[in-house]
């Protein structure tokens, strides 16, 4: 199979099922911010973490990929389709979502509560964990806008949701495994 088509030299890409819409389409917007965001797990999975990190970033990879894919799919077509054949996918459900609640848990019984916003940064690996909790933050945006266009499954905004703030506790729990001292945010400025 070549990678090049040129099918989209025009400025159009398909989407499963064989509909060509613009490539600055919000669905495309939405998968393709998916795409940017499933890089950076990977590029934060490439950090100096423990192993135990790592493969919940692995399976956070494989599932953005689902993610993608649920919304690549055209929705007036009933099933995902590649070259006439049925593309099968298992769609995100509410156990992902409840999966990543757990490791949120699993993370929080070791850090100490909150008390202020946190200025991201410390170590590469927790800035690395902050960028992509935001480019989460933009996904979850992006598809949000899309859902007000078209129908888009529950369960990948409340993922999405959930990833973020996964990403946000695990930056915690990264800073305190490397001994970074988190910068609290004080709004209050000293008068000059």
Known sequence: MKIYTKTGDSGTTGLFGGTRVPKHHFRIQSYGTLDELNSWVGMLRDQPIAEMHREQLLQVQHLLFTAGAMLAVDPEKAALKKGGSRLQITPLMEADVEGLERAIDALEVSLPPMTHFILPGGHPSVS??????????????MTTLLGEQSPVAPEILAYLNRLSDYLFVLARKLSAEVGAHEIKWIPERKQE
């Open 128 to 141: 690395t964990c902050h960028i992509t909790r935001t480019v989460c933050r933009r996904a979850e945006r």
